[in-house]
Antibody, heavy 120, light 106 residues
Framework: EVQLVESGGDLVQSGGSLRLSCAAS????????MNWVRQAPGKGLEWVSC????????YYADSVKGRFTISRDNSKNTLYLQMTGLRADDTAVYYC?????????????WGLGTQVTVSS | IVLTQSPGTLSLSPGDSATLSCRAS???????LAWYQQKPGQSPRLLIY???YRAAGIPDRFSGSGSGTDFTLTITRLEPEDFAVYYC?????????FGQGTKVEI
C-alpha cells in the first residue's frame, strides 16, 4: 500500500526558511517522480514542484522558482522541499503526491499534508 | 494553459445527476486531463485520468468525457458522500495546472 507522510510544517516569520519532508513507502521510490502541491486556506490546489525519480531533473511553479528547492534521498525513501524567503502567500497545506499508477501526468496518491503558516 | 471550471457551485439533491465543466484556454495535449474530488479536511482523490478513464476503485457513477479544450465530469445518482469540491487538472507546457474547483452541495 502506497503511503506518503509529510512533516516539517510550522509557523514561521516572513522571510524565514523551512524544510518539509515526505516519507514514502509501499512502492519503489526511486522509480517515480514526486511532487509537492499546496492549498492555501479556503482556496484551490496549486502545483508547486516536481522531481524525477533519479533526482536529475526538477520543475517549479513560477510562484516559487528561485525560493524553493525540491530534492530527494532515494536511500531513505524521502522527499524534501526547502523553502526560503517565505511570504504570507506561501501559507498553505503542503501535500506530497505522485503518479505511481497512471503516470507522471497525474497525482494518484497524496499524503495528508503539513501546515505551513507564514506570519507577517 | 488556464483551466476554467463551471459552475462555481452546484446545488443538487441525492439521486440527482451532476454535470461539471472544465474548459482549457488551449487544446490539452493527448487529453492529459484529470478530475479530483476533495472533501473537507481530506486530501484530494483522483477520480478520472486522461479525460475518461476511471481510477482504481472509483464507482461507475463517475464518468469523464471531452477532448481538446472542453471536458466534462458527470456524476449520476448522487450519493451523500459525493457532495464535495471537484477539481480538473492538466499536464502541459505549464507543467501541472488545476482549475479553481466546483463545489457540489446539497
Amino acid at each position: 500500500e502506497v503511503q506518503l507522510v509529510e512533516s516539517g510544517g510550522d509557523l514561521v516569520q516572513s522571510g524565514g526558511s523551512l524544510r518539509l519532508s515526505c516519507a514514502a513507502s509501499g512502492f519503489t521510490f526511486s522509480s517515480y517522480a514526486m511532487n509537492w502541491v499546496r492549498q492555501a486556506p479556503g482556496k484551490g490546489l496549486e502545483w508547486v514542484s516536481c522531481i524525477i525519480g533519479n533526482g536529475d531533473d526538477t520543475y517549479y511553479a513560477d510562484s516559487v522558482k528561485g525560493r524553493f528547492t525540491i530534492s530527494r534521498d532515494n536511500s531513505k525513501n524521502t522527499l524534501y522541499l526547502q523553502m526560503t524567503g517565505l511570504r504570507a502567500d506561501d501559507t498553505a497545506v503542503y501535500y506530497c503526491a505522485n503518479g505511481v499508477d497512471n503516470g507522471w501526468y497525474y497525482f494518484d496518491y497524496w499524503g495528508l499534508g503539513t501546515q505551513v503558516t507564514v506570519s507577517s | 494553459i488556464v483551466l476554467t471550471q463551471s459552475p462555481g457551485t452546484l446545488s443538487l439533491s441525492p439521486g440527482d445527476s451532476a454535470t461539471l465543466s472544465c474548459r482549457a484556454s488551449q487544446s490539452v495535449r493527448n487529453n492529459y486531463l484529470a478530475w479530483y474530488q476533495q472533501k473537507p479536511g481530506q486530501s484530494p482523490r483522483l477520480l478520472i485520468y486522461t479525460a475518461s478513464y476511471r481510477a482504481a476503485g472509483i464507482p461507475d457513477r463517475f464518468s469523464g468525457s471531452g477532448s481538446g479544450t472542453d471536458f466534462t465530469l458527470t456524476i449520476t445518482r448522487l450519493e451523500p458522500e459525493d457532495f464535495a469540491v471537484y477539481y480538473c487538472q492538466l499536464h502541459g507546457t505549464s507543467l501541472w495546472t488545476f482549475g479553481q474547483g466546483t463545489k457540489v452541495e446539497i
